[in-house]
């Protein structure tokens, strides 16, 4: 199984900075199969980026994801107020769908 | 556009079998591209993929549920559904369905919907 560890477990930033969130996986990932999702209090995920550096519908371009093998990084150019919430990357390998444990980002 | 909604009961007695269903609205889960999945996610803690079916009732599990998961569609009614037996405590939490895309990234997902596991 591949675990998926992320990092900064909190990440503390002001709106305008930039935001850097890694994901770090215990063994190669194919970048098609690499995911990652914003989830605020309450609500459901959403999915950001797919195939490690696509976005997903209606996603704005302040957020991008790039990477691969074993090192994958999302980042956002420039926070606005909405983006204080918890990101998870997660990959698909082996018949088995993994999540990283999250980085909270929130409002320094 | 596509919605997921989950459905079923919020609370479960310890030893007996979690079930809920997945209802597909604005389009159909016999599509050829997509597969329907379950994660749950425990109060406060992260989320756990819990299994993934096709519309042809193919499926595919998390090892470390597989004894206990069994996912099931039905195309006639735009459902899948999941079950999960033998609950305790460790199985409160919020499980959500989603749709996976070609990339295998859940690109929709239900609201979801709080399951206890109490006596």
């Known amino acids: 199984e591949i675990v998926l560890t992320q990092s900064p477990g909190t990440l503390s930033l002001s709106p305008g900075e930039r935001a850097t969130l890694s994901c770090r996986a215990s063994?190669?990932?194919?970048?098609?199969?690499l995911a990652w999702y914003q989830q605020k209090p309450g609500q459901a995920p959403r999915l950001l980026i797919y195939g490690a550096s696509s976005r997903a519908t209606g996603i704005p371009d302040r957020f991008s994801g790039s990477g691969s093998g074993t090192d994958f990084t999302l980042t956002i150019s420039r926070l606005e107020p909405e983006d204080f919430a918890v990101y998870y990357c997660q990959q698909y390998g082996s018949s088995l769908h993994t999540f990283g444990q999250g980085t909270k980002l929130e409002i320094k | 556009q596509l919605q997921l909604q989950e459905s079923g009961p919020g609370l479960v007695k310890p030893s007996e079998t979690l079930s809920l269903t997945c209802t597909v609205s604005g389009g159909s889960i016999s599509s050829s591209s997509y597969y329907w999945g379950w994660i749950r996610q425990p109060p406060g803690k992260g989320l756990e993929w819990i299994g993934s079916?096709?519309?042809?009732?193919?499926?595919y599990y998390n090892p470390s549920l597989k004894s206990r998961v069994t996912i099931s569609v039905d195309t006639s009614k735009n459902q899948f559904s999941l079950k999960l037996s033998s609950v305790t405590a460790a199985d409160t939490a919020v499980y959500y369905c989603a749709r996976t895309n070609w990339a295998d990234a859940f690109d929709i997902w239900g609201q979801g919907t709080m399951v206890t596991v109490s006596s």
């Open positions: 079916i096709y519309y042809s009732g193919s499926t």
């Open positions: 063994q190669s990932v194919s970048s098609s199969y």
